[in-house]
C-alpha cells in the first residue's frame, strides 16, 4: 500500500455504516463503555450514577493549540459527568442512561464488554510512540525531542493502552550517580527515572481493575545488560506482580483471564542479549519478552511524508503474535504538524486494515506521535469491533 486509493476509501465508509447499522442506536456499541465506575461490571450503581448526571452539559474541545501545536486541554470536568456521557454527544440525556442500564451485570474488559473472551493477541490497543517523552509539565520535554503532549497519565486517562517506552543509563547533572531514565535519545532534554514513570502506570493499573496495558520498551547498549536493575525497578514501583509470563509459543490468554489473574500488564523489550540474573537462581525474568522472538513483527517506522506509509514488515517475523503499526513521521523528530498529516481517518484506519489484510492479522499496536490530534483511540476501537464481525479475517 502506498497511495490511498478511493476503493479502499470506500471500504471504510461501508464498514463503519455497517457498524453503526448493527449498532442498533445512535452509537456504534464498540463505542460505548458502560462501566462508569471502571470496576469492571456495569451495576446498578453505574446506572445510578448516569440518572444522577442527567442534564450535565460537557464542553468541546476548543480547537485552539499552543505555540507548540499542541491542543489547548480543558479543566478538568468537575461534574464527575463525563464518563456518564456515553454516547458522546456532550450532554447526559435519556439515551446514554438506556444504554448504561441496557448492559446491567455484564463483565467489561478494556472498556468493552465484547473483549473480555477475546485472547490478548486478538485485540487492538491505541499506542502512543515515545510516550513518556511528553512536553506538558510535570514532563517538560523540551519541544526539539517530545512525540507526545500530554503525559503517561493522561494517555491511559484518554484510552491509551500501550506505550512505547525508552530506556537510559544516565546520570542527570543534579545526581550523585547515574541510574535508569525513561527518555529519548538525548537525556538532557527531558528524563524521568524508571521506577517513578512504572508507578505512574502501577497507580493506572491500582484503580482501573478491569483494564490490560501493554509496554514495549526500547533499550540501548548501557541498559542491554541491566535486566537486574530493570527487575529492581519494576518490583520498587509495585508493577511487578502485574506483569504477565507469557511463554514463547504458547496461546495468549483472554482479557478476561488476564483480569481474573490481575497479571494485567505485557512487558516487551527489543533486548536481544541473554536475559539472565532477573531470578535469584540467575533464570530470566519470565515477564520481560523478548519482543522479536516469537512475540511480535512491526512495519517500518522511518516515514518522512504520508505515501511512504507501507505495509512492509521491519523486525521480528510476520509470523508472530502481535503486530505493531508504526504509523508516524519523523523527519529527524517527530512534530504535531506531522501528527496532522497521518493520524486521522481515513488514512489511519484504512491503512490499518489495508495491513490487517496483508499480514493476516489484526494490528494489535497502532501507535502513533501525539495521539491527542487525530483518531487513534476511535481507530482502535472500530478495529475490535471489525474483528467481532470477520473473526479475526481482515474486514
Known amino acids: 500500500m502506498r497511495r490511498s486509493s478511493f476503493r479502499s476509501a470506500l471500504r471504510f465508509g461501508f464498514a463503519l455504516a455497517a457498524a453503526l447499522a448493527l449498532a442498533g442506536c445512535s452509537v456504534p456499541t464498540f463505542l460505548v463503555d458502560a462501566d462508569l465506575d471502571d470496576d469492571g461490571v456495569v451495576t446498578a450503581a453505574d446506572v445510578s450514577h448516569a440518572t444522577a448526571c442527567l442534564g450535565t452539559l460537557l464542553p468541546a474541545p476548543s480547537g485552539a493549540v499552543d505555540r507548540g501545536g499542541c491542543p489547548i486541554r480543558s479543566a478538568p470536568d468537575a461534574s464527575g459527568c463525563a464518563a456518564a456521557d456515553v454516547d458522546g454527544d456532550r450532554v447526559v440525556t435519556p439515551a446514554d442512561v438506556a444504554l448504561v442500564a441496557g448492559r446491567l451485570g455484564l463483565a467489561v474488559c478494556n472498556g468493552s464488554e465484547a473483549l473480555c473472551e477475546r485472547r490478548f493477541d486478538e485485540v487492538a490497543y491505541a499506542t502512543t510512540h515515545n510516550a513518556m517523552a511528553a512536553r506538558f509539565a510535570p514532563y517538560d520535554y523540551s519541544i526539539l525531542i517530545s512525540n507526545q503532549c500530554s503525559g503517561v497519565p493522561t494517555q491511559l486517562a484518554d484510552g491509551i493502552r500501550a506505550l512505547m517506552l525508552d530506556i537510559h543509563w544516565y546520570q542527570p547533572p543534579e545526581a550523585d550517580a547515574p ?168 488514512l489511519l484506519s484504512r491503512r490499518a486494515r489495508d495491513c490487517w489484510a496483508v499480514h493476516g492479522r489484526i494490528p494489535n499496536f497502532p501507535t502513533v506521535d501525539f495521539y491527542e490530534i487525530g483518531s487513534v483511540v476511535r481507530t482502535a476501537n472500530l478495529l475490535n469491533f471489525l474483528w467481532s464481525q470477520t473473526g479475526g479475517a481482515a474486514p
Open 179 to 346: 541510574d535508569l531514565y525513561l527518555c529519548h535519545s538525548e537525556c538532557d532534554y527531558g528524563h524521568q527515572l524508571l521506577v517513578d514513570g512504572l508507578a505512574e502506570v502501577r497507580a493506572f493499573l491500582d484503580a482501573h481493575p478491569a483494564e490490560v496495558v501493554s509496554f514495549i520498551i526500547e533499550t540501548n547498549g548501557d541498559t542491554a545488560p541491566r535486566e537486574a536493575a530493570i527487575r529492581d525497578a519494576f518490583a520498587a514501583s509495585g508493577l511487578a506482580p502485574y506483569a504477565l509470563a507469557q511463554p514463547r509459543g504458547a496461546p495468549w490468554p483472554t482479557l478476561g483471564e488476564m483480569i481474573a489473574a490481575d497479571q494485567r500488564l505485557v512487558v516487551l523489550t527489543d533486548d536481544s542479549t541473554p536475559h539472565a540474573g532477573c531470578l535469584a537462581d540467575g533464570a530470566p525474568c519470565p515477564w520481560y519478552l523478548y519482543e522479536w522472538d516469537g512475540y511480535a513483527f512491526e512495519t517500518h517506522f522511518s516515514y518522512g511524508q504520508p505515501d511512504d506509509l507501507s505495509c512492509d514488515d521491519n523486525r521480528g517475523e510476520p509470523g508472530n503474535d502481535l503486530f505493531i503499526l508504526n504509523h508516524f513521521l519523523t523527519n529527524n523528530v517527530g512534530a504535531p504538524q506531522f501528527a496532522r498529516q497521518v493520524n486521522f481517518d481515513p
